[in-house]
């Protein structure tokens, strides 16, 4: 008998969605976390936008799971009273030559079981948003804005309730099977091995140095690793021009630097997508020049000295600069070979909205 039914390394969103899966399949579970606080890498420096679904390639993992994952998510977040915003969402063309791009994002989200999908010309778009410089915007009812670690917490709060169990300050620093089992060590100031059923590497940045110590995981299965960090820039001494997000037609490799207007009402610009070659959250003030640029497309009211440096968050990619965007991997025994062990790599935007149907398809893929 092993100690656990199933250990998950990781406290972000999806490794806790994870756990919340398998304790309500009536599992015992436990949560490895490294730092001191759950949701402390990828989960707590992003958006926290609840995407709609619209951009993801027919047949996708993210096609589909970003549509489940939201609406499970609107429900999740309803029943333990965690505050969102279901603001909508206007992606906007400024010339003529952008509406072929949305116009794609429209046929898309319609192949993809997007609800709420509304086309808009020019008009039809300030008379919703007047400070918006726009042609033609296609208009997503069901995105919003979420309070990530109120839902972090009710999930961490869920699975001690199903008598689970998070742990913080306990790294994961590798396992090996032993007949049925996993044997794994765990380090921190008091380190010890325990015993797993079923082992789910939910480590975001760190999942592919995760695999690397799990004797027997295929290394030809570990994806490269690249880093795209995303700096935004807050909007200060303005009000928030705009109610809803505002969102460019995507660019290669990310959705585009956006507006949102937080639970808190801060209005803020962000993400863009700079490539590092190691984790570094410091946004450089010299990048203002292009946000001015980039913000002043649709809002050409944006005063000068109104953008500040404000925070940065990584997103774990697998795909390099000018390589086509990747899918989440959700690499489960039927991929890697080794019975119970799932590993994620690549869970970058849009993992938060997607983060409750994650968990359900590793649950799946360990039934
Ligand atoms: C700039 C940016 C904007 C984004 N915006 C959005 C958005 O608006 N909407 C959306 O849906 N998604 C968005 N995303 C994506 C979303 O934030 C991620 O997909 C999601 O948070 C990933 O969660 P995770 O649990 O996989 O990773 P993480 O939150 O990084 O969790 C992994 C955890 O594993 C822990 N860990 C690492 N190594 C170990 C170890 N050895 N032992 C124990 N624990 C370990 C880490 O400390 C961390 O807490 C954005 C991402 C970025 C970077």
Not at 119 to 147: I, K, M, Q, T, Y
Not at 156 to 176: C, K, M, S, T
Not at 187 to 205: K, S
Not at 320 to 347: K, M, R, T, Y
Request: net charge negative; with cysteine; proline share 5%.
């Amino acid at each position: 008998m092993a100690d656990f039914d199933a250990v998950i390394v990781g406290a972000g969103a999806v490794g806790l969605a994870t756990g919340y899966a398998l304790v309500l399949r009536g599992q015992s579970v436990l949560v490895l976390e490294r730092a001191g606080h759950i949701g402390a890498g990828v989960s707590s420096r992003n958006s926290e936008v609840i995407h709609a679904g619209l951009h993801y390639p027919t047949g996708s993992l993210k096609a589909r799971l970003c549509v489940e994952g939201r609406r499970a998510l609107y429900a999740f977040l309803d029943a333990h009273n965690v505050a969102y915003d279901k603001c909508g969402k206007l992606i906007v063309a400024t010339e003529d030559s952008e509406i072929s791009a949305i116009d794609q994002l429209a046929r898309q989200g319609k192949i993809n079981g997007v609800e709420g999908i509304r086309w808009l010309n020019g008009a039809e778009a300030r008379a919703l948003e007047p400070e918006l410089r726009v042609v033609a915007a296609l208009e997503s009812r069901e995105s919003g804005v979420f309070d990530a670690h109120g839902y972090m917490a009710a999930l961490q709060g869920e699975i001690e309730a199903h008598g689970g169990a998070v742990v913080l300050n306990a790294p994961f620093e590798g396992a090996r099977r032993t007949g049925d089992t996993f044997t794994i060590a765990v380090g921190g100031e008091a380190p010890t091995t325990i015993t797993a059923a079923r082992l789910i590497n939910a480590a975001g940045l760190s999942a592919q140095a995760c695999a690397r110590v799990i004797e027997g995981f295929p290394s030809a299965r570990i994806p490269a690793q690249h880093l795209g960090k995303g700096n935004y820039f807050a909007l200060q001494g303005v009000k928030a021009p705009f109610a809803r997000l505002i969102y460019p037609p995507p660019i290669p490799g990310a959705l585009g630097t956006h507006y949102r207007r937080d639970l808190g009402g801060v209005a803020r610009f962000g993400p863009d997508l700079e490539y590092v070659d190691y984790e570094d959250y410091v946004v450089d003030p010299a990048r203002a020049a292009t946000f001015y640029q980039t913000v002043r497309r649709f809002w050409p009211n944006l005063p000068d000295g109104a953008l500040q440096p404000d925070y940065a968050g990584i997103r774990p990619k697998i795909h390099g600069p000018g390589e086509s965007q990747s899918d989440f991997v959700i690499d489960g025994p039927a991929d890697h070979g080794l019975a119970n062990l799932v590993c994620l790599f690549g869970i970058e935007s849009p993992g938060l909205t997607s983060s409750l149907a994650i968990g359900e398809e590793v649950a799946r893929l360990l039934s």
